[in-house]
Antibody, heavy 120, light 108 residues
């Protein structure tokens, strides 16, 4: 059974870097059947795709975040991470790590999500 | 970016009624790469429909999706108490992936 678990600080100061890790169990982040990535949801608002990668290779990001975001992969730990620099209050959101099968390309698995607040 | 507009914003229905949720795209979504998700309070979204009309694993047949081009619909044939939630549409045909703002299905 696949499990995705997000971890990281729940509070980040403005202008600092938000860092989250997604630990994957029940599958491998190098599995060529899936994309892995991040989606966020500001409180009371809709979903926003952040970015994703394939087979531990190059990542693709939402253009609005591209200058501030990076997704990295640690295949030895079967984890992937999100770094978002120069955060503001607008980055306050629940952050989800997700899996997208190459075949259907919709998101079939979501982590439980972690709330990150940006505040001094 | 493809902008998805969902309507109505809030849909108030009684159990047993039929729910029709709309998702309109700002440009044609090729290959009908549209998905629908259900989200209950405090939970992650759950995939219901992908490729506009294909039900995901273990999704009951009361949920159905239809549409093509720029207009897509999620239908719940007879709404049950557990169906009251927020529904999101998503397109994954044109990068960047985008979502609608959601439709809240509430008990009338």
């Amino acid at each position: 059974q696949l499990q995705l678990h997000e971890s990281g600080p729940g509070l980040v100061k403005p202008s600092e870097t938000l860092s989250l890790t997604c630990s994957v169990s029940g599958d491998s982040v190098t599995n060529d059947k899936y994309y892995w990535g991040w989606v966020r949801q500001p409180p009371g608002k809709g979903l926003e795709w952040i970015g994703s990668f394939y087979q531990g290779g190059s990542a693709y990001y939402h253009p609005s975040l591209k200058s501030r975001v990076a997704i990295s992969v640690d295949t030895s730990k079967n984890q992937f991470s999100l770094n978002l620099t120069s955060v503001t209050a607008a980055d306050t959101a629940v952050y989800y790590c997700v899996r997208r099968p190459v075949t259907i390309r919709a998101i079939d698995y979501w982590g439980q999500g972690t709330l990150v607040s940006v505040s001094s | 970016e493809v902008v998805l507009t969902q309507s109505p914003g809030i849909l108030s229905l009684s159990p047993g009624e039929r729910a029709t949720l709309s998702c309109r795209a700002s440009q044609s979504v090729t290959a009908n790469y549209v998905a629908w998700y259900q989200q209950k309070p405090g939970q992650a979204p759950r995939l219901l429909i992908y490729a506009a009309s294909k039900r995901a694993t273990d999704i009951p047949d009361k949920f159905s999706g239809s549409g093509s081009g720029t207009d897509f619909t999620l239908t719940i044939s007879r709404v049950e108490p557990e169906d009251f939630a927020v529904y999101h549409c998503q397109q994954y045909s044109i990068s960047p992936i985008s979502f609608g703002q959601g439709t809240r299905l509430e008990i009338k």
